[in-house]
Every structure is written in structure tokens, then in C-alpha cells.
T-cell receptor, first 111, second 114 residues
Framework: GESVGLHLPTLSVQEGDNSIINCAYSNSASDYFIWYKQESGKGPQFIIDIRSNMDKRQGQRVTVLLNKTVKHLSLQIAATQPGDSAVYFCAAPNYGQNFVFGPGTRLSVLP | DAGVIQSPRHEVTEMGQEVTLRCKPISGHDYLFWYRQTMMRGLELLIYFNNNVPIDDSGMPEDRFSAKMPNASFSTLKIQPSEPRDSAVYFC????????????FGEGSWLTVV
């Protein structure tokens, strides 16, 4: 099955700077990836997704990059704001409709 | 849309007691998932249903855990008897298979077993 890991458990950035959160996956056949944001006391919220036929997808202030060669994806947040402070998870399909989640990166935005 | 609705939001119970967590998925979604989140193990899938039928319960830790989905708009996760190591946040989530497989989560049920 799929396994997902993150490179850094925590990340601190200055307000206004760009943030980059990384994720690695194991199954080269995985064809769909999702990034979630989890604020304290809340459930994970969908941020952005990407299919394996794409290398890049942009949303509002967020960009996801997918490198299938090294099985790596990243989430970039432009002009990081205090409201971006949260734990960020990447998720990849395991089998069927099941997803496996990475351990999460806690992003702290410094004033 | 109201999103996935879970109850109770918080529960504190004594070891040995029965705990029932409830979930109302997003209307029209045909997949329902129960996840457990702990600091040590992160987000773990316990069980998921498709059209009210359990598809995979391999993540259910023990026979003390059971889940049902009597209809498309309601599911329960039951722990009987509860133990302190069951303390965690339990998330219900739902998805619609033909719109990119995105899973939408509820706000979670925070369970503490003392």
C-alpha cells in the first residue's frame, strides 16, 4: 500500500514570506494527491488537489508541485499570513476510496 | 451545505463505559469514513462505507469497536467497553466518488476515557 511522509514536522516563517511544505509518497502508481489544512480544534480542510497528469496546480495563494520522478510533492503558500498557522497534511490514495495521510507539518507564522 | 456533522464534539467517560459517536455525512455523498487521530499515530482510517455497506474495516483496532450505517444520512461508531488508550479525536468524513475523490471531514469528536 501507499505510505506518505513529510520532511519537516515543524516550519516557522515570517509573516509575508513564502512557505514551502514538502511531502514524499511511496507508490509510483498513485494518481491523485490532496493537501489539507487542520487548524487547532478543527477537522482537516481541503486546500488543493492535483492529479498525476499535472506537474503544477495553482489556487488562491497556494501552489502544489508534483514531481513524479522522485515521488515528491510540495505545497507553496505565498505571502504567508497569521491565519495560515495550522498543521498541513498531504494525502495519497491507498486503495479504492481510501487515503493515507502523512504525519503533518505544523506551520507557525511569526509576526 | 452544512458539511459533515458529528456529535458529540467532546466526551469524557469512565473506563468500561460504552461510547457512541454519531455522524451525518454531506447529503448525496456515497462514501463515509471514520478516522482516528492521535499524536503518536496521526490520522488512521478505521473503517469506510460505500452506499451504506462496510467496505474495509481492517483499521478497526479491536472487537470493542463497531460501526454501522443504517442509512445514507447517518453512521455510528461505538466503543464498548472503552479504555483510556481509546482517547483520541475521531473524525467522520464523506466523499462523492465521481468528483475527484476529495474527502470532506467533520469537526471531530474529542474523546477522553479516564
Amino acid at each position: 500500500g501507499e505510505s506518505v511522509g513529510l520532511h519537516l514536522p515543524t516550519l516557522s516563517v515570517q509573516e509575508g514570506d513564502n512557505s514551502i511544505i514538502n511531502c514524499a509518497y511511496s507508490n509510483s502508481a498513485s494518481d491523485y494527491f490532496i493537501w489539507y489544512k487542520q487548524e487547532s480544534g478543527k477537522g482537516p480542510q481541503f486546500i488543493i488537489d492535483i492529479r498525476s497528469n499535472m506537474d503544477k496546480r495553482q489556487g488562491q495563494r497556494v501552489t502544489v508541485l508534483l514531481n513524479k520522478t522522485v515521488k515528491h510533492l510540495s505545497l507553496q503558500i505565498a505571502a504567508t499570513q497569521p491565519g495560515d498557522s495550522a498543521v498541513y497534511f498531504c494525502a495519497a490514495p491507498n486503495y479504492g476510496q481510501n487515503f493515507v495521510f502523512g504525519p503533518g507539518t505544523r506551520l507557525s507564522v511569526l509576526p | 451545505d452544512a458539511g459533515v456533522i458529528q456529535s458529540p464534539r467532546h466526551e469524557v467517560t469512565e473506563m468500561g463505559q460504552e461510547v457512541t459517536l454519531r455522524c451525518k455525512p454531506i447529503s448525496g455523498h456515497d462514501y463515509l469514513f471514520w478516522y482516528r487521530q492521535t499524536m503518536m499515530r496521526g490520522l488512521e482510517l478505521l473503517i469506510y462505507f460505500n452506499n451504506n455497506v462496510p467496505i474495509d474495516d481492517s483499521g478497526m483496532p479491536e472487537d470493542r469497536f463497531s460501526a454501522k450505517m443504517p442509512n445514507a444520512s447517518f453512521s455510528t461508531l461505538k466503543i464498548q467497553p472503552s479504555e483510556p488508550r481509546d482517547s483520541a479525536v475521531y473524525f467522520c468524513a464523506s466523499s462523492l466518488a465521481d468528483v475527484g475523490n476529495t474527502i470532506y471531514f467533520g469537526e471531530g469528536s474529542w474523546l477522553t476515557v479516564v
